[in-house]
């Protein structure tokens, strides 16, 4: 076996692993990464050519919730990214918001070091790439004509094509509140946040819809639906001149597109008594040399609102259409703001300061390489989490990790109100205290699939996924999906059926936290440096001078 980068040498060639983990996503990098520090021979096969999904892909804000819930392998990559940017200068150990170019570094240096086979532009084959025999996957097949054979597999894609592929349940959308009990599942009845501050008639004088927005009447509140969260890209922009591209005018540049724009942001003018900020129509958070990472923020911003309902279930070529409407409608609303006389002066010049980073995403062309699909397909196991493992129930047997972010949702759809009135639904930001996340949210069904994990598309309601789906998290659970693999390899079992005391051991021992504290999080950082770190001569200083011969 040699190791080979894009492409296999022979098209028809059979590849057999111990761990096959598709998707190169952040969850994806540490599954493998994990799998391969405990012995398995392991492949991690990229759609694309990049790895580390959002991480490296424009999320460089960190949706961290509570810091000390972070452990494991997630810990040890914000470690590593505190080395990097040599942070102990400051005190300080860990680096929460890396930049793109760094995290991708980073992540392709652990998995060469774990000598993970690593191998980008190997996509699954549509519809007919999963080989299975009984309830177990025996291989994947991907496009260039490869096989991959493997003894436990890892569907850490963020759209579970594996998974589904495999036979595994799953759904996507909105449950209803009545299907599990969820008070805020399904359609919202108020939604408060990133909403429009002042009423915007959804009609022209002609009584002509205003573009960007639905004509379909709003369902009822608590109902099931199957559309989706709103996605956009998680532009890195700058204002450092020497490093600044400016913001491109995307072809088919239609600045009628954002008519509904055009009248917030007057009226918001005279709402607020001055125009609004760069900040307020896309919110800005600073991470390192002078750039930013620029997310969704307000009424009408970068979520592309009600455009992305076909995605989880979409061929390749109808999410290759979704993701460029969303460059077309992102590049073109940055260049809206940035040239068009109907955005406030102050706010177009305060925009035009800003620019592409250039060192960042240098192969395509400074704009992010990862779509930023923060919901698709949820995997339904024999266990699905739901609110209650949120608020009341936050103590597991089988902890693996922790999360603690807000139960957040972007907005599903924008609609027209009895009154004519535009408004967005969906945005959910519901605090929660620290929880404590299961091993079985991870694994399938076992007469579905005995030797499949799902680190990513896991099992749980829309309403869990909206906190757990963060992407230390991910991480948090790759890690673990990683070990079990290696378990269930060594021991001849299921992945439902591995030991989960040795494997929360294991985690223990690599950094796992599994209880809130700051000091629990010191041990668990002293642990996974004492696995990484080189040791130091004792006695000597890291500075002193070698002795003279």
Same mark, same amino acid.
């Given at each position: 076996?040699?190791?080979?980068?894009?492409?296999?040498?022979?098209?028809? #060639? #059979?590849?057999?692993?111990?761990?096959?983990?598709?998707?190169?996503? #952040?969850?994806?990098?540490?599954?493998a990464v994990a799998g391969a520090r405990h012995g398995l021979s392991t492949v991690l096969l990229e759609?694309?050519?990049?790895?580390?999904?959002?991480?490296?892909?424009?999320?460089?804000?960190t949706d961290v919730g509570k810091i000390e819930v972070i452990g494991g392998m997630a810990l040890e990559f914000y470690w590593r990214a505190g080395k990097h940017y040599q942070m102990d200068r400051h005190l300080q150990q860990l680096a929460w918001m890396p930049e793109p170019g760094a995290g991708e570094k980073i992540m392709r240096q652990m998995l060469a070091d774990a000598k993970v086979t690593l191998l980008t532009g190997h996509r699954l084959v549509e519809k007919k790439g999963v080989v299975k025999q009984g309830n177990k996957v025996v291989a994947v097949l991907t496009e260039n004509g490869a096989r991959f054979e493997g003894k436990v597999f890892a569907d850490c894609s963020y759209e579970g094509d594996l998974m589904a592929q495999a036979g595994v349940s799953y759904t996507y959308g909105r449950e209803g509140s009545a299907q599990y009990g969820e008070s805020l599942a399904g359609v919202q009845s108020h939604t408060e946040n990133h909403q429009f501050a002042v009423d915007i008639p959804a009609r022209d004088k002609n009584g002509k819809l205003l573009p960007e927005i639905s004509d379909e009447p709003l369902a009822a509140p608590g109902s099931a639906d199957k559309k989706i969260?709103?996605?956009?890209? %998680?532009?890195?922009?700058?204002?450092?001149?020497?490093? %600044?591209v400016p913001w491109p005018k995307?072809?088919?540049?239609?600045?009628?597109?954002?008519?509904?724009?055009?009248?917030?942001?007057?009226?918001?003018?005279?709402?607020?008594?001055?125009?609004?900020?760069?900040?307020?129509?896309?919110?800005?958070?600073?991470i390192p040399n002078g750039k930013a990472d620029l997310n969704n923020r307000g009424g009408f911003s970068t979520d592309y609102i009600g455009k992305n309902y076909d995605y989880p279930e979409g061929s390749y070529a109808t999410r290759a259409k979704i993701w460029q409407d969303h460059i077309d409608y992102q590049q073109g609303l940055y260049y809206f703001l940035a040239n068009d006389p109907r955005v406030p002066a102050a706010l177009r010049a305060e925009m035009s300061e800003w620019g592409l980073a250039k060192d960042e995403f240098t192969d395509t062309a400074n704009w992010p390489n990862q779509?930023?699909?923060?919901? #698709?397909?949820?995997?339904?196991g024999d266990f699905v989490a739901t609110q209650k493992d949120l608020q009341t129930e936050l103590k597991k047997?089988?902890?693996?990790?922790?999360?603690?972010?807000?139960?957040?949702?972007?907005?599903?759809?924008?609609?027209?109100?009895?009154?004519?009135?535009?408004l967005n639904e969906g945005n959910m930001e519901v605090p929660v205290q620290p929880y404590q996340i299961p091993y079985r949210v991870l694994v399938p069904k076992e007469s579905e699939a005995a030797n499949l994990l799902v680190p990513v598309c896991f099992s749980a309601s829309h309403v869990v996924y909206s906190s757990m789906r963060m992407e230390p998290q991910y991480m948090i659970l790759g890690h673990a999906a990683g070990i079990a693999a290696a378990m269930a390899v060594s021991?001849?079992?299921?992945?439902?059926t591995i030991a989960v005391p040795d494997l929360q051991q294991t985690l223990l021992k690599e950094g796992g936290v599994f209880e809130r504290g700051v000091d629990i999080q010191l041990q668990a950082l002293a642990r996974i440096r004492a696995l990484h770190e080189p040791a130091?001569? %004792?006695?000597?200083?890291?500075?002193?001078?070698p002795a003279k011969k």
């Open positions: 076996m040699f190791r080979i980068f894009g492409f296999l040498a022979l098209a028809t #060639a #059979a590849w057999s692993y111990d761990l096959v983990v598709y998707g190169g996503t #952040a969850g994806g990098v540490m599954t759609p694309g050519q990049h790895v580390g999904g959002m991480v490296t892909g424009g999320l460089s804000g969260q709103a996605y956009n890209f %998680r532009v890195i922009a700058t204002k450092v001149p020497s490093n %600044r995307p072809k088919g540049y239609d600045p009628k597109r954002y008519e509904l724009l055009a009248r917030y942001l007057p009226a918001m003018t005279e709402y607020m008594g001055r125009p609004l900020t760069v900040n307020e129509v896309g919110l800005i958070r600073i779509l930023y699909v923060r919901e #698709a397909r949820r995997m339904v047997p089988d902890v693996i990790g922790m999360g603690s972010y807000n139960s957040d949702s972007h907005n599903v759809q924008r609609y027209v109100t009895k009154e004519g009135i535009v021991k001849g079992t299921s992945v439902q130091r001569p %004792r006695g000597k200083a890291p500075w002193a001078r």
